[in-house]
């Protein structure tokens, strides 16, 4: 919980640091390029908010740009009205430094004393400001949580606020072609050529039969048990050397060629199940990756659910054997409408949707509500970083006991160490899967032992 602060004078300097900063042209023009403030409401910016909201359990948040007279709201919790005078902002002063902005009491601060936002209606005490930062020394606005009793931030709270900071600038930045064309490097022809070789890679695999999937276990952290496999893709040479998908990435991004890998893989899954079944072995369930190009409707071809239930159906499975996954970059793909009618349509006919990778990406708190899944797989940067970083730790809980509140099931990613484990344990996470349990494996090295 916040700490209220103590009742005494915390600043009696000067108010407010003179506006004329060397760079304030060059800010200004990004802005504009930016185009960011007239561009309307933006969910994701909103989920931003509202994760920052939650994280420093304050009733007020905002995501502001400053132009050159007015502080806009962007996204905001909270509070009534669209924005101010640039004068009377907080986020004026955050954006002059790349480090945090804090007020523990305004009342209390000579530079914001008399300020409308203290004095008036809006009764602020406190203030935190994370400057969005788009590249060096170009700061936009800011991410701020505002409540109306003074506190004091902690560095765990300050942590995950940066964080969602750097993704609502990443946001920004996704509107604007103008300055993603301006990265556009000599390295990118190299990337070209690369990418060419991974595409006849891919052809040659899928023509030859080169594509062969490799599984790892599914635990359940209580017991110890083996709940099910993931199926994970990989390219087998003719000399027998196996290839990572980094080593055909730009294949799964094409859309034809994604697609008919995706139906390889379910295909695959589907007999290696119907298998393991006629075998007599209890292997619970393999879960496959979706990408956003089997969502597609394609001319002459079955869609995505009547293509996963015939499979299952032809071959004798219960939708209960196989998982569907699917990431955030398929959630934030443009048919994301078609998307989660397709998921509904799978979950009903019995299947386990798990959203797959979550923490990786901005948008991930806007499509816990928006689509149908029963299933959260936290990812493995956060698992691998909690047991040595506080803020790692605190993410890692908040999705265990968010996802126990909403009724969902939990898999962390990429566990592998018995600190990990311990962890995981301790914070009631279900299930997991990494290293520490085996590494994904051909299937017929796959060890079984009695249930």
Known sequence: MPQLLDRRVLYQGKVGPDRSEPNEAARLKRLREVSSVSSGADPVLDALVDAACL???????????????????????????CGSSRADAFCDHTIRSSVPFV????????????????????????????????????RLGSLCVLDRVPRRLGPEVRGLLERLARCAAERLLQTEDRYLLSRVDSGRLDNAKADKAALALAEEALADDLFV???????????????????????????????????????????????????????????????????????GHIAINVSSSQFAPSPGSPGLVDEI??????????????????????????????????????RAAGFIVAFDDFGTG?????????????????????????????????????????????????????????????????????????FLFGRPVDPSVVRFFPE
């Not at 602020?124 to 969005?132: E, M, N």
């Not at 499509?367 to 790692?392: C, N, P, W």
């Not at 999705?399 to 898999?411: E, F, L, P, S």
Request: glycine share 10%.
């Open 362 to 434: 901005f948008a991930s708190l806007v499509h816990l509500k928006e689509f149908a899944y029963d299933q959260i797989k936290i990812d493995g940067a956060f698992v691998r970083a909690m047991t040595g970083s506080t803020a790692d730790h605190a993410i890692v809980k908040a999705i265990v006991d968010m996802a126990r509140a909403m009724g969902k099931q939990v898999v962390a990613e990429g566990v592998e160490t018995m600190m990990e484990l311990q962890a995981l344990q301790e914070l009631g996470c279900p299930y997991g899967q990494g």
């Open 213 to 283: 999937l490799h599984y790892q276990p599914k635990i359940a952290l209580d017991t110890g048990r083996r709940v099910g496999f993931e199926a994970l893709l990989r390219l087998r040479k003719p000399d027998g050397s196996v290839l990572a998908p980094a080593a055909f990435a730009a294949a799964l991004i094409e859309p034809t060629l994604s697609r008919r890998i995706g139906m390889h893989v379910l295909r695959c899954a589907v007999a290696q199940a119907r298998a393991w079944q006629a075998a007599g072995i209890e292997f």
């Open 55 to 81: 994280a420093a359990d304050t009733p007020i948040g905002l995501i502001t740009l400053l132009d050159g007279e007015r502080q806009w709201f962007k996204a905001k919790r909270g509070i009534e009205g």
């Open 103 to 138: 007020v523990p009491d305004t009342a209390r601060d000579a530079r914001f004393a008399d300020n409308p936002f203290v004095t008036g209606g809006e009764r602020i005490r406190f203030y935190a400001g994370i400057p969005l930062e788009i590249e060096p020394g170009v």
């Open 309 to 346: 239930l015939g499979a299952t159906r032809s071959a004798g499975l219960s939708p209960k054997h196989i998982q569907i996954e699917v990431t955030e970059g398929v959630m934030l793909s443009e048919q994301s409408g078609a998307i989660g009618t397709q998921l509904e349509a799978l």
